[in-house]
């Protein structure tokens, strides 16, 4: 199962990204676990500068903005 983190303080543009991510997911018709992670040092690990982030199976996939649901689908789309 896909494992999705989205990373951020609390922000508004956090709560925004992990609703997206959440609506992303329902649309695509995939499971995943979407786990949000608050403390900075275990953001600062994943090396981004600012906040928001999206990590997906461990990779950094976005940070600094709030993706639209369709980039997020883009996003989440298996790689052939």
């Known amino acids: ?3 999705i983190k989205v990373l ?3 922000c508004p543009k956090c ?11 329902a649309a695509m018709g ?3 676990t979407v786990e949000k992670v608050d ?10 500068a600012r906040t928001p ?9 976005m940070n ?4 639209s649901v369709q980039e997020i689908m883009q996003l989440l ?3 052939a």
């Open 53 to 61: 982030g999206l990590v997906v199976d461990g990779k950094v996939v």
């Open 15 to 25: 709560k925004q990204l992990e609703h997206h991510t959440r609506e992303a997911l």
């Open 8 to 10: 951020g303080t609390g």
């Open 77 to 79: 789309k298996p790689q």
């Open 1 to 3: 199962m896909m494992e």
């Open 39 to 48: 403390d900075i040092m275990d953001i600062m690990a994943y090396g981004i």
């Open 30 to 32: 995939l499971e995943a």
């Open 64 to 67: 600094g903005r709030v993706p």
